[in-house]
């Protein structure tokens, strides 16, 4: 059975930091693209951030030179470092697995990250 579950949202202030993680069981972790997404109320999900198997990124205009994606192959698990947010980085943040060539992709179940003063 596939599992993703992130952790570390909450709330905090503007300027403030969080880290989020997502562990996932079920899969071959090293085979999988791993992004994160988010979405805030009444708006589309969007990309947030993607690492590759191989280590390489790519992040959203938004977030480029805040936010850092990283993953730790020992430990299943990827992470989106987030610095100097903002209220507009207000969102459900959700973790999503992706194999790159049987397309299969999976979700985890968010998590809550609110900026506010």
């Known amino acids: 059975q596939v599992q993703l579950v992130e952790s570390g949202g909450g709330l905090v202030q503007p300027g403030g930091s969080l880290r989020l993680s997502c562990a996932t069981s079920?899969?071959?972790?090293?085979?999988?693209?791993m992004s994160w997404y988010r979405q805030a109320p009444g708006k589309q999900r969007e990309l947030v951030a993607v690492?590759?198997?191989?280590?390489?990124?790519n992040y959203a205009e938004s977030v480029m030179g805040r936010f850092t994606i990283s993953r730790d192959t020992a430990k299943n698990t990827v992470y989106l470092q987030m610095n100097s947010l903002k209220a507009e980085d207000t969102a459900v943040y959700y973790c999503?697995?992706?194999?790159?060539?049987?397309?299969?992709?999976?979700w985890g179940q968010g998590t809550q990250v609110t900026v506010s003063s």
């Open positions: 079920g899969i071959i972790f090293s085979f999988y693209t």
């Open positions: 690492i590759s198997s191989g280590g390489s990124t």
């Open positions: 999503n697995a992706n194999h790159a060539v049987s397309l299969r992709s999976y």
